[in-house]
Nanobody, 119 residues
Framework: QVQLVESGGGLVQPGGSLKLSCAASGFTFSVYHMMWYRQAPGKDRELVAG????????NYADSVKGRFTISRDNTKNTVYLQMNSLKSEDTAVYYC????????????WGQGTQVTVSS
């Protein structure tokens, strides 16, 4: 009954912005670290951004630093990824991931949302 549902993907032009959302249910959201991964065709899955269970310090892949911002609202059981200054290289399926803060073997994935950056 654990569920992670991504939304907000779509087609944008280079330089544009997009905000992804991931709605969580079926587990105690506030004790899970949340992450966004992405995967382009023919490429490995890549960690894009992460945020601790209580919020605060965040981390980003070098390729997106300064352009993407991860945030969470524990009252809404939702994690977000604000993406600015998008590039063609950002085109991928973006996946939401939840990992228990104390038991990392408890690990859940969403189905993904497509982001396409193209002119």
């Amino acid at each position: 009954q654990v569920q992670l549902v991504e939304s907000g993907g779509g087609l944008v032009q280079p330089g544009g912005s997009l905000k992804l959302s991931c709605a969580a249910s079926g587990f105690t959201f506030s004790v899970y670290h949340m992450m966004w991964y992405r995967q382009a065709p023919g490429k490995d899955r890549e960690l894009v951004a992460g945020i601790p269970s209580a919020g605060g310090s965040t981390n980003y892949a070098d390729s997106v630093k300064g352009r993407f911002t991860i945030s969470r609202d524990n009252t809404k059981n939702t994690v977000y990824l604000q993406m600015n200054s998008l590039k063609s290289e950002d085109t991928a399926v973006y996946y939401c991931n939840a990992r228990h803060a104390l038991f990392p073997g408890l690990n859940y994935w969403g189905q993904g949302t497509q982001v396409t950056v193209s002119s």
